[in-house]
């Protein structure tokens, strides 16, 4: 066995190049009526990069990628690491100002694109991936100019004060989770892998490099697919996929037809992360699928995921242990050490964390934090609070700023949330407070249903386990759940309660 240290030194394009000599005519990448082989994949990824090389590309240089899911964005992903650089997501779909935004705030020259996008680009070298022409070049693996402490890749997330930030991460960090998330699922040449996330979203880098570094064979969602849970289960059984890695309420949508089951019997794993897994889809899971069921966290400052637990019953579900080379620490507001038990807010350290923000000096230094336990470490301030359970590991409570105040209550919505999903007929809920007559705070309910729910059934259940003002002042019925491109609840599409024809309560 190589040494972890050994490993952690090399950068993701020299363990994928290893994986390739290993494996070399296994399937890597099925995409519609492609099959992808591992050598083919890296031929063109060489390709391709030769050109970015020529284009004068270099260690820690961004470089952008905006193209439609699709062989030739992993590719290009694989090109721009192999060409020294380091890649930046662009969503074909987000609005054309958040575009603007992060081509500005990046300082990128280069972009690779595609034939649906590349009109959309201007004042920055453009590459088509389309482009036959580009995959004529040197097919052999480019000699490596990067350490493992170069960038691999900028993912932008919100930011509170609605600017978006662009969260840095070193090879350092993927490896150091790939090897170590490694170790607690089985991401080797048996398994098939399902890549329907967005790669704006950094489950994406478990699906598809995970899954390169270790030789497992990808099957990619295409746009129309990954939107669509009856699609996504077909892909699912027609490729027989082993292993499913998605978020707790797009893993709700497969599930909430029965007819959907069936077709998920191929899984041994299913990992969710992202947001909170809710006790109702954990009984549901665990009683109509065979599957292992892992709960994970990590934001994306901490490179993908930082700790993992499989569930065995409903009872309690725990995000588990810190992964090799990461440390948890729960602090008080003097930054002194919790015990057992104690809410706190978690604060990580280790060799997960990310170099900081792209071009946001101020915020860096308020996020990674000078450890007050080891001069020569960072820790990053997740604004999670949580509290160590007797067996070593964390529970999460919920957020520093989650808690809402309505007429002096303080009010945790999850709580909310969860009581609702308890009600028959209720397949999924969002509880939002938000400011309606008279500029007035209200508790607003959004609930998919089986059509068979009353807005006074639901008060009246409710009345029965909570107080009345944890009782949404609104109810709304909707089609669907609003998902954003990560897959998580899209608060900003729900409807105005008061345009909506909400049921109101007085």
Request: proline share 5%; aromatic share 8%; glycine share 6%.
């Amino acid at each position: 066995m190589i040494p972890m240290l050994i490993i952690q030194e090399k950068t993701i394009h020299q363990l994928f190049e290893e994986q390739v000599e290993r494996t070399p005519d296994n399937v890597a990448l099925v995409f519609e009526d492609r099959l992808v082989t591992y050598k083919e994949l890296n031929q063109r990824a060489n390709s391709l990069a030769k050109v970015l090389r020529d284009k004068g590309v270099k260690p820690d240089e961004i470089v952008g990628i905006m193209v439609n899911r699709s062989v030739e964005m992993i590719a290009g992903i694989l090109a721009i690491l192999k060409a020294g650089g380091a890649y930046l997501p662009i969503e074909p779909e987000y609005p054309e100002d958040r575009i603007r935004f992060i081509l500005q705030d990046s300082g990128m020259d280069i972009i690779l694109t595609d034939n649906n996008n590349i009109n959309r680009i201007s004042g920055i070298n453009s590459i088509n991936v389309n482009n036959k022409i580009i995959y004529d070049y040197s097919m052999d693996n480019p000699v490596n100019q990067n350490s493992s402490k170069d960038l691999a890749y900028i993912i932008y997330t919100s930011g509170s004060t609605g600017r978006p930030k662009g969260v840095m991460i070193e090879h350092s960090s993927v490896i150091n989770f790939v090897e170590a998330v490694s170790k607690r699922m089985n991401f080797s040449t048996n398994a098939i892998v399902l890549s329907s996330t967005t790669y704006c979203f950094d489950i994406f880098v478990f699906e598809v490099i995970t899954s390169l570094l270790k030789g497992a064979r990808i099957v990619l969602a295409n746009e129309a697919e990954r939107r669509t849970p009856r699609l996504i289960c077909e892909l699912i059984s027609k490729h027989n996929v082993n292993i499913l890695l998605t978020t707790p309420s797009k893993m709700r949508l497969l599930v909430s037809e029965d007819e959907n089951l069936p077709m998920l019997n191929s899984i041994d794993e299913i990992m969710l992360g992202g947001e909170p897994f809710p006790h109702d889809l954990l009984k549901k899971l665990k009683k109509s699928l065979k599957a292992k069921i892992i709960n994970g966290y990590g934001p994306t400052e901490t490179t993908v995921g930082v700790s993992f637990k499989e569930l065995i019953n409903d009872r309690r579900i725990s995000v588990g242990r810190p992964i090799d080379n990461t440390k948890f620490y729960l602090l008080d507001k003097n930054l002194e050490l919790l015990p057992i038990g104690i809410p706190g807010e978690l604060y990580i350290g280790g060799a997960s964390l990310a170099r900081g923000y792209l071009n946001r000096p101020d915020l860096t230094a308020k996020s990674f934090i000078e450890s007050p336990f080891n001069p020569n470490e960072k820790l990053y301030k997740t604004g999670d609070v949580a509290r160590w359970y007797s067996k070593g590991e964390i529970d999460l409570l919920g957020r520093t700023d989650s808690q809402v105040k309505i007429n002096g209550y303080r009010i945790e919505l999850g709580e909310i949330e969860n009581s609702i999903l308890k009600i028959p007929g209720i397949q999924g809920a969002v509880v939002i407070n938000k400011k309606v007559l008279n500029n007035k705070q209200a508790l607003c309910a959004y609930l998919k249903t089986d059509g068979q729910v009353s807005s006074g059934y639901v008060r009246e259940y409710l009345s029965k386990i909570l107080p009345d003002y944890m009782i949404p002042s609104y109810i709304t019925f909707i089609d669907e759940i609003p998902l954003n491109s990560n897959g998580k609840v899209d608060r900003e599409k729900l409807p105005d309660p008061l345009l909506a024809k909400s049921e109101v309560a007085y």
